[in-house]
Structures are given as structure tokens and as C-alpha cells.
């Protein structure tokens, strides 16, 4: 008899719950939006609603292997608990995992929103043919998650794959972690606005400064169509942002020696404006990308350090999540 598990992704505005084969294949979405305001019993309930909802409609199709969540935030993984999420504040130590368990009657995978993308792209997406993965995820914040044997590597409590925070610059802008010049404070969507404002205010950046007048459409999105257009401010913004992408990518190459790091999120839409710079720091500050005939598109694929954009687009944390009972 056919198999199906139950993806959710529950982000701070949209909630996507996903019924989904064996092999990958959506059998049918509910989307909603994540009324955060109504609080978080209205969220778990609504959601677990709709759980049940598909389940049930799918029953005759298959048999449901269970259900994967990602949330975003840091999870601890042994108690089932959302230690801190700046996209739901009020869920901070709320057991939710136990929560869900006790109104579905069933057990249920909790997993950070970029463990679910990286383990989206392992399964389905760039890292397919891959047994291990580094997935970067580029959106309002930054994200990672390591894929290792094909399961998602948590670490001791669950904290594993936090990339955003990793020090590129050590003076540079202070971040929401309580450090400064991290990754996400150069490569989130945020950081693209912020950086080309910083670009308006130190002034010769008369492309971004226009493009600023009007703030509704001032995005990383039309940022970076004016870099596409050649315009020098906007150009400079994301190379600023790739560079920064580059050099983490280059210490977690050295660090890992996998064979294939990803980045996906809105932001790796915006790929042609920020990869030269990306690629440039990789060759070079990771000699163990060099070694490893990374440059070379003739060498074998099983040989070589590959960087990649991920495909899945804004599926990957639903597949991800729906791959979960699979192989936790
Ligand atoms: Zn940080």
C-alpha cells in the first residue's frame, strides 16, 4: 500500500501544511495564514485541524507514516520546546511538540525551518544525489542546516547549522544574537535594504536613492533588479552580500569537506548579482575547495566541492519537514 507523510511549515506569517507521497510528490496543500496574534493555542489548533483534515482525506490513498513540523526559531530537540523565535514571541518554552502530540493522539517531528529546507534539498533539490549537505537559506534572517548522512545533524541540544551567526566581520553591525558583524547582518533580505541605505546615506548612490523614494517597493527583490540594470550602488550592495556568503562557505568547505553546500531562500533569487563575489572569496580563502577540483567542470562530480542554488524554491521547509518521520 502507497505511504504518505504530513509536512507543516509554520512561519511567522504563512502556515503551508502539505499531504506527501514516498517519492516526493504533493498530493494537496492548505495554506493559511499564521494569525500570531490570536496566540498560539489558536495556532496549534487550527493547524491540527487541518492535519487531521488531510489525513483523513488521504486515508484511502495510503497510509500516513506521520507528521513533520519545522518552526522557525532554536528548538530543543530533547524536550520538544521553542527556546526563542523573534517570528513568534509568544511561543518562547511553550512545549509545543507535546502539545500537538496530546491534541493529534500522535507523535510529531519538530525541526528548526532551515533543518526542514536543507533536509528538502537533500531530498528532493540540489543535494539529491548527495549523501551530505550544507544548506544556506538567504530570507528576512539567515539560516543553515547541515544534512549528514541524510539525516539533519542537531548537535549536543539541537543548536547545530545556526551559519547566520557566523563572524564576518568582527566590528561590523551588532545582531540580534549578541554579536556583531554576523552573516545575516550582510546576506538577509534585511541586511540588503539596510546596506543599501547605509549606501544612500554616505551618499553618490543616486540609482538606490530614487529607488528609495519609494519605500513600498524598496526590497532586496528591486535592489537587485537595479544591479541587473548596472547600476554601481546596487551592484556594490550585493557583492557586499555575496562576499560575506563566500567567506562563511569557505570556512564551513575547510571545516566539512562535503561535497555540496546550497543556498536557497528569496534571496538566492537575487544569485546572479551576488555569486561572482560568493565564488570569488571561496577560491580564494578555501584551499580545500581548490584541492578538491572545485573549478573544474570537467573533473567527476564525486571529486568535486560543489556550490549550488537550491531548486525547491519556497517548497523546500515543507518538503523537508514531510521527509522528517522518514529518517528521524
Ligand atoms: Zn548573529
Known amino acids: 500500500m ?52 488531510l489525513a483523513l482525506k488521504h486515508h484511502a490513498a495510503g497510509t500516513m507514516q506521520g507528521i513533520g513540523i519545522g518552526v522557525p526559531g532554536i528548538i530543543d530537540m530533547k524536550s520538544g520546546m521553542i527556546r526563542q523565535s523573534p517570528n513568534l514571541p509568544d511561543w518562547q518554552n511553550y512545549p509545543v511538540k507535546q502539545e500537538i502530540e496530546r491534541l493529534l493522539s500522535t507523535d510529531v517531528f519538530l525541526e528548526n525551518d532551515a533543518n526542514s529546507a536543507a533536509l528538502g534539498e537533500k531530498w528532493l533539490g540540489a543535494g539529491k544525489d548527495e549523501n551530505d549537505i550544507c544548506a544556506f537559506t538567504l530570507g528576512t534572517g539567515v539560516g543553515g542546516g547541515l544534512v549528514l548522512n541524510g539525516k539533519v545533524w542537531h548537535g549536543m541540544t539541537g543548536m547545530a547549522g545556526e551559519l547566520g551567526h557566523i563572524t564576518v566581520d568582527p566590528n561590523g553591525h551588532p545582531c540580534g544574537c549578541g554579536s556583531k558583524g554576523c552573516l545575516e547582518q550582510y546576506a538577509s533580505a534585511t541586511a540588503v535594504k539596510r546596506m543599501a541605505k547605509e549606501h544612500i546615506a554616505r551618499g553618490g548612490a543616486e540609482g538606490l536613492e530614487k529607488l528609495s523614494r519609494d519605500e513600498a517597493n524598496f526590497s532586496a527583490k528591486s535592489i537587485y533588479e537595479l544591479a541587473m540594470k548596472g547600476d554601481p550602488g546596487a551592484k556594490a550592495v550585493y557583492q557586499r552580500a555575496g562576499g560575506a556568503l563566500g567567506i562563511v562557505i569557505a570556512g564551513m568547505i575547510n571545516a566539512l569537506n562535503l561535497p555540496m553546500y546550497v543556498v536557497g531562500g528569496g534571496v538566492s533569487n537575487s544569485w546572479d548579482a551576488f555569486a561572482p563575489a560568493m565564488m570569488e572569496q571561496i577560491k580564494l580563502r578555501s584551499f580545500v575547495y581548490v584541492a578538491t577540483l572545485g573549478e573544474d567542470p570537467t573533473a567527476p562530480i564525486v571529486q568535486r566541492t560543489v556550490v549550488r542554488r537550491a531548486q525547491l524554491g519556497g517548497d523546500a521547509g515543507l518538503l523537508g519537514a514531510a521527509r522528517l518521520p522518514a529518517v528521524s
Open 2 to 53: 502507497a505511504q504518505f507523510t504530513i509536512g507543516v511549515d509554520l512561519g511567522g506569517t504563512n502556515l503551508r501544511i502539505a499531504a506527501v507521497d514516498e517519492s516526493g510528490r504533493i498530493l494537496q496543500t492548505i495554506n493559511t495564514a499564521t494569525e500570531v496574534a490570536r496566540g498560539r493555542d489558536a495556532v496549534v489548533k487550527e493547524m491540527c485541524e487541518a492535519i487531521r483534515s
